[in-house]
């Protein structure tokens, strides 16, 4: 299987830094500079909701263009390389599997309502993550930093809940 | 040597296929050239690539952190954060707030407590599903199949909000 040469390959040659997840520092210094070098070098703001704005308004012809359309699509591109020598398909979706018992039909409408919270939110708070929490606190905007405040306040809730409830 | 190649790089053809392109399309607002759609692919892809390295994609990470169990990524935002405001505030003390001349893309947000709503939704089906916009995305390449729900949530999401509020938007009329 190439698959299985590429993963070889990849474990032989001891490139780590390929194949595990990073330190929050490194992690985070390369998020950081490449929303650093976003605003710089092109003038844009990171955004990822925004992005999802754009792609809604091509299906109804009221954009054409967009910068944020492309962003997206590199995103998957960056999941696969990061991923790479050991990628595959897979159903699983971590804890989630439990909270589901295991029901495919349970799982996809658990996500498919979660995203529209998410969607629905992101837009009402006026950005998701990237937009709100990095950008905007970054820039000290007061509704970005409150934004992030109830994003964690609902999200920390949330999780506890289905923890102890659910499991 | 200099005049073959002042010919070949003559910037006349190109000029008139572009006022073809604009008079053919009157939708085009910013129609960009291909090299920075290049440039916009190759920041999603790093951004998707170090996303994915902060363990960001990863459903139980995200559990993890809203359940205050591991601090890898509130580490991975609050260096993100700190990396961007001293960045542009070098630029800005400088008088340069971006290095290509132009200005930031940035209009900060009005203060509306009512937006807080929306960030507790937010907040809760970012814990529900374990990811948020983008990282979901980055869930497609990582072959996590049933990331296309949670995209297919929030484009519908996103449609509502803006059927609600159509004026929030500066750009759009979707």
Redesign the interface.
Known sequence: MIANKISNFFHQTNLNLFLN??H???????????????????????G??G???????L???????S?RI??????????????IGQ??????????DAFTYGD?WI????????????????????????G?????????????I???????????????I??KAVL | MAIARKVKTSPKPRKAAKVIVKSKSKKVSASLSLSSVFVFILFGFFFGFFLSKARATDYDSIQDMFRFKDFQLYGVIGTAILVVAAGLFLTHRFKKPTLSGKALDWQPLKFEPTRLIGALLFGAGWALAGSCPGTVLTQLGEGKIFAVFTIAGIAVGVWAFQKWQPKDSNNSTC
């Open positions: 997840s990073w929050w520092l490194y992690a985070g210094l390369g998020i950081g500079l490449t929303a650093l070098a976003l605003a710089w070098f092109m003038g844009k703001r990171l990822v909701t992005g999802f704005v754009d792609a809604c308004s299906a109804t012809g009221s954009v054409s263009s910068w492309w962003f997206l699509i590199g995103l998957p591109l960056g999941g696969l390389v990061a991923t990628w595959n398909w897979t159903l699983t979706y971590g804890t989630l495919p799982k996809g409408i658990w996500l498919f309502l979660s995203g529209i919270m998410i969607g629905f939110g992101a837009r009402w708070a006026g950005g998701c993550t990237s709100n929490s990095i950008m905007g606190v970054a820039l000290g905007s007061k509704m970005s409150l934004a992030t405040l109830g994003f964690l306040a609902a999200g920390a809730i949330v999780a506890n289905l923890f």
